[in-house]
């Protein structure tokens, strides 16, 4: 009997299929609507996550305990899936679908960031596999079958009856082409024959992990093509522009610092706490007592970070350049308006914040006779290496820091930099700013406790004492403030 009317059909909701298990391939994009502010929310909290995966790369032996600690610690911070399971969880935090939603939407807005340029679909595969890599490992096996099985990854396992030097192996092993295991082969993991490399269980992760940078490789690739598409949201291009160099830390506006440091404090602090980029912009200026556009910019905003006030920073420029080629009358037609500006008190009266490592990095790279940038990113490495060596540094040091740089981690370079003029092992903290740089180095040298406020200096912000105190912001003003950046840059003129 045929029945043509309506029928109840038992199906499973999409979306709880896609985040049935807490490991994905990412294969499928997400379908759904979600607002401005979890777009950039989700995207600055998988930004952190994959900065510590960096991070963490560098410091410790990938997979050991102490990097799985760490690295677990920060999934569950920051709300990340790591359970096998779905819990039907009491607390107020976010449910498992919902950290599993967020791993799966916030992948996809990455990609759509870090597709733009060679260098960025390089660097977000490697800290994607080193995640995957992870979590993969912390699974339990019949969870690591269940993913297989869910997303159709199908190896042929084998038998294998070896004998030769009275040795047996009866085990159940993987049979794959050997050109997919080809890290297996190198460290003489796996057994070959006729062509096929027989892996133990243990080790499946290696030729998942080699799908999933095929995959992940050929996805940038397809969303670099249809980029342009995406780029025309004038609601999206700014974001996504933003987040390939975005800062996720700590706020170093000059709030915070206002009024710390003296003019006549900052040759000696340039020497033992400022980082190399600015060590070297301010030996620059005072060398030449001029520095072109990009560096008047960078120095300048570091310079308000750790606290001069308006009227110092006129001061400190104009007493700088007027020994160079321009006169005081020159300066203050040509670059007093720049600062004024720099601090809120000219144009749109917005108050600038100092650059990043990641913009200091990513953006306006320097040309001939500019002094800007990093030193780490932007120099001939053998010239790194003998500004290295003027400033004393040991040769196993330097040899530490050049074997970062070869391997393109600049900030790492920085950190190790920080190590060997403090003489420290372990600096304690992930760096991600100048002005961060100069704040932890204080901190280290006056045993901890805040910079000293200079007494001549105004007595305005006296509520801001706790100067130190760490608040990271996933900022849904990112975008404004890289407009106001952006309006900055005309206010520079070079001669």
């Known amino acids: 009997m045929q029945f043509t009317g309506r029928r109840r059909k038992l199906t499973v909701h999409p979306q709880n299929e896609l985040y049935g298990h807490c490991l994905q391939l990412y294969g499928q994009p997400p379908l759904e609507n979600i607002s401005l502010s979890e777009f950039e929310t989700f995207a600055v909290e998988r930004l952190k996550l994959l900065k510590t995966v960096e991070n963490l790369g560098v410091s410790f032996v990938k997979m050991s305990e102490q990097y799985s600690k760490k690295l677990h610690a920060e999934i569950s911070g920051l709300n990340f899936p790591f359970r096998p399971e779905v819990v039907r969880e009491c607390s107020t935090g976010p449910s498992e679908y919902e950290k599993r939603r967020k791993d799966h939407i916030s992948h996809f807005i990455l990609r759509l960031a870090y597709c733009q340029t060679e260098d960025l679909r390089r660097w977000f595969i490697q800290q994607e596999m080193d995640l995957f890599r992870h979590r993969f490992t912390d699974l339990l096996p019949k969870y690591k079958t269940e993913f297989l099985h869910r997303n159709n990854l199908k190896y042929d396992t084998v038998r294998l009856y070896w004998k030769r030097l009275m040795l047996i192996s009866t085990f159940a092993l993987v049979q794959v082409p050997f050109?997919?295991?080809?890290?297996?082969?190198?460290?003489?993991k796996v057994f070959l024959q006729g062509g096929y490399a027989y892996i133990p269980?243990?080790?499946?992760?290696?030729?998942?992990?080699?799908d999933f940078r095929t995959r992940l490789s050929k996805a940038l690739a397809l969303t670099a093509r249809s980029l342009p598409a995406v780029q025309s949201d004038e609601r999206l291009q700014p974001l996504l522009n933003h987040l390939s160099h975005a800062y996720v830390g700590q706020d170093y506006s000059i709030q915070k610092n206002i009024g710390k440091v003296s003019l006549?404090?900052?040759?000696?602090?340039?020497?033992?706490?400022?980082?190399?980029?600015?060590?070297?912009?301010?030996?620059?200026?005072?060398?030449?007592?001029?520095?072109?556009?990009?560096?008047?910019?960078?120095?300048?905003?570091?310079?308000?970070?750790?606290?001069l006030t308006l009227e110092q920073?006129?001061?400190?420029?104009r007493s700088e350049f007027i020994r160079g080629k321009v006169d005081a009358?020159?300066?203050?037609?040509?670059?007093?308006?720049?600062?004024?500006?720099?601090?809120g008190k000219e144009g749109k009266r917005t108050d600038y914040t100092p650059y990043s490592c990641?913009?200091?990095?990513?953006?306006?790279?320097?040309?001939?006779?500019?002094?800007?940038?990093c030193p780490f990113r932007h120099s001939d490495p053998e010239l790194l290496k003998q500004k290295l060596q003027s400033y004393k540094l040991s040769p196993s040091g330097i040899i530490q820091i050049l074997d970062l740089v070869k391997g393109m981690h600049y900030q790492l370079a920085c950190q190790k930099y920080f190590e060997l003029t403090h003489n420290i092992e372990d600096a304690g903290f992930s760096l991600n700013h100048p002005n961060q740089y100069f704040m932890e180095s204080q901190k280290l040298l006056s045993g901890g406790k805040d910079i000293k406020k200079e007494v001549e200096m105004p007595q305005k912000v006296q509520e801001n004492a706790a100067a130190n105190g760490a608040s990271v912001q996933p900022q849904p003003n990112t975008t404004q403030a890289e407009e106001e950046m952006g309006d900055l840059d005309s206010y520079f003129l070079d001669e």
Not at 201 to 210: C, E, G, M, S
Not at 329 to 334: H, I, P, Q, T
Request: proline share 3%.
């Open 264 to 307: 006549e404090q900052i040759d000696a602090l340039s020497a033992k706490s400022f980082p190399l980029c600015m060590r070297q912009l301010h030996k620059a200026l005072r060398d030449s007592h001029h520095l072109r556009h990009g560096g008047r910019m960078q120095y300048g905003l570091f310079l308000k970070g750790i606290g």
């Open 201 to 210: 269980h243990q080790d499946i992760v290696t030729i998942v992990l080699n």
């Open 329 to 343: 009358d020159k300066f203050d037609k040509a670059y007093a308006y720049s600062i004024r500006h720099m601090f």
């Open 179 to 188: 050109q997919d295991a080809l890290d297996l082969v190198r460290t003489r």
């Open 358 to 373: 990641m913009k200091v990095i990513l953006s306006n790279p320097p040309s001939q006779g500019d002094y800007h940038g």
């Open 313 to 317: 920073a006129l001061q400190f420029w």
